[in-house]
């Protein structure tokens, strides 16, 4: 079955110090695999997305995902954390053999919190 | 252009009441999800509707809830004689129609407070 795992609930670091926020995932197929955030009361925004070609991606507001396939991976990372980065983070997958059905499987969502 | 916009934006209602919700996707974008996000449960999928048609509604609790997307007008999230368990926020999201990779733009969001 399709799945996505965020294994961290609650991530803490510095301001100023490196993050990662974990995503490993399970597909049939080549995955589509997206970041996405969401603020307090607000809706979601995309972060990034990896379809096809290089592994390391690069999105908004300095973010960057590795696709690992053999580790089934799709950690995100920040290479400076700031304090306005704080929010809960969300993986998504798509499986595209899985026909017009265009529904992302979310992980459940891990919340990052960055200490001044 | 104006993004994903959802309304209202709170509703409070007393249970057995009707919620509606409503969602305007953004311009051009024929592809309406609707999720219901609780703080303990992430977010979960709820409904996916095209243009008049119903694509995938397993996430849709078999009773009391319904959506619709109508060929002109917003689409609706509707709960028939709430309960206190309905509380959450509801969020839809859009894509564009014929896109194979997924981006979806999400609402600010709807949140139901079951009194």
């Known amino acids: 079955a399709q799945s996505v795992a965020q294994p961290e609930d609650q991530v803490n670091v510095a301001e100023g110090n490196p993050l990662t926020v974990k995503c490993t995932y399970s597909v049939s197929g080549n995955p589509y695999l997206f970041w996405y955030v969401q603020y307090p009361n607000r809706g979601l925004q995309f972060l990034l997305k990896y379809i096809t070609g290089d592994n390391l991606v690069k999105g908004s507001y300095g973010f960057e995902a590795e696709f690992n396939k053999s580790q089934t991976s799709f950690h995100l990372k920040k290479p400076s954390a700031l304090v306005s980065d704080s929010a809960l983070y969300f993986c998504a997958v798509r499986d595209p053999s899985a026909g017009n059905n265009r529904k992302l499987i979310w992980g459940l969502g891990t919340s990052l919190a960055v200490n001044p | 252009n104006a993004g994903v916009m959802q309304n209202p934006r709170h509703l409070v209602r007393r249970r057995g009441q009707e919620a509606r919700l409503r969602c305007s996707p953004m311009k051009g974008h024929s592809h309406v999800y609707w999720y219901r996000q609780l703080p303990e449960e992430g977010l979960k999928f709820m409904v996916y509707?095209?243009?008049?048609?119903?694509?995938?509604e397993s996430g849709m609790p078999k009773e009391r809830f319904s959506a619709e997307f109508p060929k002109e007008g917003p689409s609706i999230l509707r709960i028939q004689q709430v309960v206190r368990g309905d509380s959450a926020a509801y969020f839809c999201?859009?894509?564009?129609?014929?896109?194979?990779?997924?981006?979806?733009?999400f609402g600010e969001g709807s949140r139901l407070t079951v009194l």
């Open positions: 999201a859009s894509s564009l129609g014929g896109a194979n990779t997924g981006e979806l733009f």
């Open positions: 509707l095209q243009k008049e048609n119903i694509i995938d």
